[in-house]
């Protein structure tokens, strides 16, 4: 009997893909081999000191006005163990003040560099303390990322890349055509042999005309298409003026991601009118130099799920902060010179519509949350809601008051929970839903 094909090719196939499978594994385990060595020399070259705890200290104690690689209220302190001598370290962090009376000449001379502000005194850390502090200064700078010119991080991923993955793909399909075809004229081959005949189609009229020919048919299609035309018609107009999802460009770029989210900044500390006042308000620069005064570079890992962009990037939008204030970062003084930042406005009401802050933010207890969306996941900001008519009134039916420790509402929360029967009121119970509550 004659063979078809040959039947050990998909076993060399097979063993093909499992090598190669194998190959890209063993190179993982190597690639995660070397970073655990890599990590262990670095535990390794601390010293006495234990740097994770170094770390731990310097940000309670120290962040505050020391940085590793740069002027802050006093000096650099990355290789500060290395220029100094480490019984004069243990002095000057236990009581600096004293060792610059004693006329210390390094001690005045530091001093002095610093505008002649006296470092806070730590008599409480032990000499073991101070030097997990100098293991963790000690540590070598990181290298620079790589960068794309938008300013993105690449990220280098390990194993099988995806050009690969997608050529193999390629070549399964290229395959199975190949058995298709092959199949189809090895099925003709024997029909031809049996004496077997194909059977031809038969000419049938094409479908069009089939349809065409069939007037009920057309007619259901004709009303369809008006109906679905003004459906999505009716939408597109009901959509003119809603700007939900607008997400501008602004002049400095703000991470409410790395703010809200990953430092957990209250939004009320920047937007402190939005308790008091009928809008929340734009924060003053003032209100940002609180507290980069202190922080003139972007300190997080680029392995943090919450940075977008690179150190570079966030570094340069600081630096726009600084120039719009008139703040010079090597010397600590403001120079005068400011600039005005023209900020994007996102969130618009039209002018015939009364919208209080306060009135929700502090009488009602409303989280930001709630009309804003979940800001602390937005690096770049942008408006979540539609902030349409029925999305107020929605709310304000679905809205329970609060009445608890509030005598204002005491009395006509009970009328009113009599005259509906309910025990729980909300704001369209009490006139949320009144014309004349929202408009002029």
């Known amino acids: 009997m004659k063979k078809v094909g040959n039947h050990t090719s998909f076993s060399r196939i097979l063993i093909f893909c499992l090598a190669l499978s194998l190959s890209f594994s063993l190179a993982s385990y190597a690639q995660d081999t070397a970073a655990a060595g890599t990590e262990a020399e670095t535990a390794a070259s601390a010293g006495a000191g234990d740097p994770v705890k170094g770390k731990e200290l310097f940000n309670s104690l120290c962040a505050s006005c020391h940085k590793l690689d740069g002027k802050s209220t006093g000096p650099a302190l990355r290789g500060v163990a290395d220029k100094h001598d480490r019984e004069w370290l243990y002095k000057w962090v236990h009581n600096s003040s ?57 990220v280098q991923e390990s194993g099988a890349s995806n050009n690969l993955i997608l050529g193999a793909l390629v070549l399964v399909l290229i395959v199975l055509v190949v058995m298709l075809v092959l199949v189809n004229r090895t099925l003709r081959r024997v029909a031809a042999a049996n004496g077997v005949e194909v059977a031809k189609q038969d000419s ?171 800001v602390e996941t937005f690096e770049v900001m942008k408006q979540h809601a539609p902030l349409t008519m029925g999305w107020c009134i929605n709310c304000h039916r679905e809205t329970n008051v609060k009445v608890e420790g509030n005598d204002y509402y005491k009395k006509i929360h009970d009328e009113l929970a009599k005259k509906y029967g309910v025990q729980k009121l909300t704001a369209a119970n009490m006139g949320g839903t009144e014309c004349g509550k929202c408009h002029y």
């Open 98 to 154: 004293e060792l610059i009376k004693s006329g210390d000449p390094v001690a005045v001379k530091l001093f002095a560099d610093n505008n002649n502000v006296t470092m806070t005194a730590f008599p409480q850390l032990s000499n073991q303390d101070i030097d997990n502090i100098m293991a963790y200064t000690s540590a070598p700078a990181p290298a620079p990322d790589v960068n794309t010119p938008g300013g993105k991080v690449v």
């Open 204 to 374: 049938t009229i094409s479908l069009w005309q089939a349809y065409a020919r069939n007037q009920f048919l057309v007619l259901v299609t004709t009303i369809l298409l008006i109906l679905t035309g003004g459906y999505f018609l009716y939408g597109y107009l009901m959509q003119v003026g809603v700007d939900q999802g607008y997400e501008p460009i602004q002049p400095i770029h703000f991470s409410h991601k790395i703010h809200a989210g990953e430092n957990g900044i209250d939004c009320k500390y920047c937007h402190s009118s939005a308790r008091v006042s009928k809008t929340s308000g734009i924060p003053s620069l003032n209100v940002c130099m609180n507290c980069h005064k202190n922080i003139s570079e972007f300190t997080g890992s680029k392995d943090s799920t919450y940075v977008e962009y690179s150190k570079e990037f966030y570094n340069g939008e600081i630096q726009k902060l600084y120039d719009a204030v008139g703040w010079d970062k090597s010397t600590q003084q403001y120079t005068g010179k400011t600039k005005p930042v023209k900020w994007v406005r996102i969130h618009n009401l039209p002018d015939f519509v009364y919208f209080n802050h306060s009135q929700h933010v502090s009488v009602a207890g409303v989280e930001c949350q709630k009309c804003h969306g979940p």
